[in-house]
């Protein structure tokens, strides 16, 4: 099983080097330190939540991937699928629903 913070590190390292981006790159565009980008990608410090929603924003990371441990009962043979349901009230209300299994 991986940790949230390992889940952050390999999103982090993979999205990053997708786009092209080093690391001084992205501090400057989630507006953090290169120090801090580095400890974060080498597992040594966890961001804050405000600099996390920046990182997973501008590495087009679905958050959900690094914040929910992965079900080993849900595999691609299956066809199950996770998904979020809207939680009564809408979008209105501002929540955005709960994970559920599907499939």
Do not use: W, Y
Not at 72 to 82: F, H, N, Q
Request: hydrophobic share 35%.
């Amino acid at each position: 099983m991986s940790t949230v913070r390992e889940r952050l590190v390999a999103e982090m390292r993979r999205a990053r080097r997708e786009k092209d981006l080093g690391q001084a790159d992205l501090a400057d565009r989630v507006g953090g330190s290169l120090d801090s980008i580095s400890k974060i990608e080498r597992g040594l410090n966890a961001p804050s939540v405000e600099l996390f929603a920046k990182i997973v924003g501008v590495l087009d990371i679905d958050p959900r991937v690094v914040l929910l441990e992965p079900n080993p009962l849900l595999d691609a043979e299956s066809g199950a699928t996770r998904t979020l349901i809207p939680r009564q009230g809408g979008q209105d209300s501002g929540d955005r629903g709960q994970p559920v299994t599907t499939g």
